[in-house]
């Protein structure tokens, strides 16, 4: 579907320097969408854009959007209301929805809401500076031309599903250019970056929106990758976290996944963590597992959802793999890697999931024992096959009890994996200063639509012994929190853990 009130064309892209706008941007979702916005914000800053912590200080407002589950919908649908009434008085202002609901909703949201002036696609972010510019100027314009007029000129741009023909490729290099284009100065300079290495998805799971607002999978090139990841790191990242939607699936002319990884691992030496996200539990090969387990610098760590313990939920939800083969692959990791950290996805609730069923997804998790279980109820999306095949017969209440029911039996499992941490001394990579709420670290996908930042280096002031309480994350992915100096800030520390909740660790300074 292309949906423009106005297309831009091609040719078109002249977007000037923009001093001093101040621009808002807030990002909803995955660590996708945090990457995408920090290539939005890349670009804007190359063209004179300046960003504000605020949004009643900003004279652009963009709001990166997720589509996944109609409760974050729901948020960005709030925020825009609010910013409705804000154009009252401030009618020069830019209101801009990005990412999977400005690809879903596309021009049909744009149109009920008048005071939203940009709606852009995940796959045309690299043309949102020639929106931006052609607004400003239209407003202009209007001003000379009729200076009693209200400011009413709106851009949508939605649609890969275009790109899924002849305009791909272009698009595609587009696109390439936007993640090659990011800066790696001292502003941007993070303990952790991510990289993107397959854009899209084609798996077609019956619940799931992704393959319709990402588009198909397209995967980049292993030296563009390679370079990119030699570039954030000589910037002063420490972590990378390679993404993709089936990240296991990426395959570039004759290098597949597990070479790319080595490759990675094998020529960033100055990398001193690599992770990936998110593997698909099909097709996980053994090459892949040999890597992770002999690459000294690759995190004990993966991102595997099964979704449901239940084979007949499996199969309506077109996932292509049974509870058994799940847990082999779970054994194929763990054989190897003992001390890997496994995350999964489950959802509850599915069409016409009994309650037997929702008793084998909690047996499947105490099998697995997952370090973390993102838990979510299923949440009809549009067009999807769930959507126009089965009824959301399982009442809304129930779906909260079994999502209550999962997280207290994952609670438990947590707990017994943080307890039995207690006494080791484990690596961890300082992040910065110990948030108030230690959930804001362990669950950020699991509250509908939570919002999410990139990691920055703020710390609080120190206290009179000099120390500040840090947190830190070991090697699968924990959440430490240990009081230490400022300095260490940005590096990788050695730590004794002492205590456990179920969220977090606590830790000492090893001496
Ligand atoms: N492979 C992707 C999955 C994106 S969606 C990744 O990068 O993680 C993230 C998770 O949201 C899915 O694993 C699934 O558990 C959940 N989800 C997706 N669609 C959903 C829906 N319609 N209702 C409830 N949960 C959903
Ligand atoms: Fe969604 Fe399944 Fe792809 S969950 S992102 S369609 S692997």
């Known amino acids: 579907m292309v949906t423009a009130l106005r297309i831009v064309d091609d040719e078109g892209s002249?977007?000037?320097?923009?001093?001093?706008?101040?621009?808002?941007?807030?990002?909803?979702?995955?660590?996708?969408?945090?990457?995408?916005?920090?290539?939005v914000r890349d670009q804007l800053l190359t063209l004179g854009y300046r960003?504000?912590?605020?949004?009643?200080?900003?004279?652009?407002?963009?709001?990166?959007?997720?589509?996944?589950?109609?409760?974050?919908?729901?948020?960005?649908?709030?925020?825009?209301?609010?910013?409705?009434?804000?154009?009252?008085?401030?009618?020069?202002?830019?209101?801009?929805?990005?990412?999977?609901?400005?690809?879903?909703?596309?021009?049909?949201?744009?149109?009920?809401?008048?005071?939203?002036?940009?709606?852009?696609?995940?796959?045309?972010?690299?043309?949102?500076?020639?929106?931006?510019?052609?607004?400003?100027?239209?407003?202009?314009?209007?001003?000379v031309d009729r200076p009693k007029a209200r400011a009413h000129q709106q851009v949508a741009l939605s649609g890969h599903t275009n790109r899924r023909s002849s305009t791909l490729d272009a698009a595609?290099?587009?696109?390439?250019?936007?993640?090659?284009?990011?800066?790696?100065?001292?502003?941007?300079?993070?303990?952790?970056?991510?990289?993107?290495?397959?854009?899209g998805c084609n798996k077609f799971c019956s619940f799931c929106v992704v393959p319709f607002?990402?588009?198909?999978?397209?995967?980049?090139?292993?030296?563009?990758?390679?370079?990119?990841v030699q570039k954030l790191v000589d910037g002063g990242a420490i972590e990378i976290t390679l993404l993709g939607q089936t990240?296991?699936?990426?395959?570039?002319?004759?290098?597949?996944?597990?070479?790319?990884?080595?490759?990675?691992?094998?020529?960033?030496?100055?990398?001193?963590?690599?992770?990936?996200?998110?593997?698909?539990?099909?097709?996980?090969?053994?090459?892949?597992?040999?890597?992770?387990?002999?690459?000294?610098?690759?995190c004990r760590f993966l991102h595997i959802p099964a979704q449901s313990g239940?084979?007949?939920?499996?199969?309506?939800?077109?996932?292509?793999?049974?509870?058994?083969?799940?847990?082999?692959?779970i054994e194929r990791a763990r054989s190897r890697m003992p001390d890997v950290a496994i995350v999964g996805d489950m959802i509850v609730g599915y069409p016409t999931e009994t309650e037997e069923e929702f008793e084998a997804s909690l047996a499947l998790l105490r099998a697995v024992r997952y370090k973390t279980a993102y838990v979510?109820?299923?949440?009809?999306?549009?067009?999807?096959?769930?959507?126009?095949?089965?009824?959301?017969?399982?009442?809304?209440?129930?779906k909260r009890r079994r999502n209550n029911e999962m997280l207290r039996v994952q609670q438990e499992i947590a707990l017994q994996h943080h307890e039995a941490m207690v006494g080791q001394r484990v690596q961890v990579l300082v992040e910065g200063a110990a948030k108030l709420d230690p959930k804001e670290h362990e669950a950020p996908r699991d509250d509908d639509g939570a919002v999410l930042h990139s990691l920055g280096k703020k710390v609080r002031p120190a206290r009179v012994d000099g120390l500040v309480r840090l947190t830190a994350r070991t090697r699968g992915d924990h959440i430490v929190a240990f009081d230490g100096t400022a300095d260490l800030v940005g590096t990788l520390a050695e730590v004794v853990i002492v205590r456990a909740?179920?969220?977090?660790?606590?830790?000492?300074?090893?001496?």
């Open 310 to 329: 239940s084979d007949r939920m499996l199969k309506l939800m077109n996932r292509g793999y049974t509870t058994e083969s799940y847990l082999q692959l």
């Open 172 to 199: 595609m290099d587009r696109l390439e250019a936007l993640d090659n284009g990011r800066l790696v100065d001292e502003d941007a300079k993070h303990t952790q970056a991510y990289v993107r290495i397959t854009r």
């Open 51 to 143: 960003f504000v912590k605020e949004a009643e200080d900003a004279d652009v407002v963009l709001y990166n959007t997720c589509a996944v589950r109609a409760q974050s919908e729901q948020k960005v649908l709030s925020r825009l209301g609010v910013m409705q009434r804000r154009k009252v008085e401030q009618p020069d202002l830019i209101v801009g929805m990005l990412g999977c609901m400005a690809e879903r909703t596309g021009g049909d949201l744009a149109k009920k809401l008048k005071h939203l002036d940009i709606v852009v696609g995940p796959s045309e972010l690299d043309r949102l500076p020639t929106l931006l510019q052609q607004i400003e100027t239209e407003r202009l314009q209007l001003r």
């Open 14 to 39: 002249n977007a000037t320097a923009a001093p001093g706008k101040r621009v808002f941007l807030e990002t909803f979702g995955c660590q996708m969408n945090i990457l995408d916005s920090e290539l």
């Open 376 to 398: 979510f109820k299923y949440s009809p999306r549009p067009n999807t096959v769930a959507h126009r095949r089965d009824a959301d017969d399982v009442p809304d209440e129930v």
């Open 247 to 298: 990240i296991n699936h990426y395959v570039h002319g004759s290098t597949n996944f597990a070479q790319l990884l080595k490759r990675v691992h094998d020529e960033v030496p100055s990398m001193q963590r690599l992770r990936f996200l998110t593997s698909y539990p099909r097709d996980f090969t053994d090459e892949t597992l040999d890597v992770m387990a002999s690459s000294a610098r690759m």
């Open 501 to 511: 909740t179920p969220l977090s660790l606590q830790g000492t300074l090893a001496s």
């Open 213 to 228: 607002t990402r588009g198909p999978e397209v995967h980049r090139d292993p030296d563009a990758i390679v370079a990119e």
